[in-house]
């Protein structure tokens, strides 16, 4: 499986930025999609996830998201995406889209990663 994230960049405080994350050998309504996001010098952190596709699809947010970001899929294009509104300079890290079975906030639980995307926040 093999999973690419991008669309990061630099932007500037409250602005809104749009990752996605896109299967070229496997359909990603099948997985569970991840978002993971790395700072220098500090560990992986879960952002948020999206079950496998069905009748009542869960999503999942962590707690700093505080309702600043939004995932989704678009099924035409096997693309999950992450819209980010109202960035702040400490959302500025690498991040990373990864699938598994259920979702999950711990990286170990994740099968397949992407190679990430930077998002720098400046103030």
């Known amino acids: 499986v093999q999973l690419q994230a991008s669309g990061g960049g630099l932007v500037q405080s409250g602005e809104s930025v749009r990752l996605s994350c896109v299967a070229s050998?496997?359909?990603?309504?099948?997985?569970?999609i991840g978002w993971f996001r790395q700072a220098p010098g500090k560990e992986r952190d879960w952002v948020t996830c999206?079950?496998?596709?069905?009748?009542?699809?869960?999503?999942y947010y962590g707690e700093f998201v505080e309702g600043r970001f939004t995932i989704s899929r678009d099924s035409t294009k096997n693309t999950v995406f992450l819209q980010m509104d109202s960035l702040q300079p400490a959302d500025t890290a690498v991040y990373y889209c990864?699938?598994?079975?259920?979702?999950?906030?711990?990286?170990?639980?994740?099968?397949?990663w992407g190679q990430g995307t930077q998002v720098t926040v400046s103030s």
């Open positions: 990864a699938a598994t079975g259920t979702c999950s906030s711990s990286s170990w639980a994740y099968w397949y």
């Open positions: 050998n496997v359909t990603l309504d099948d997985y569970a």
């Open positions: 999206i079950g496998s596709s069905g009748s009542d699809t869960l999503i």
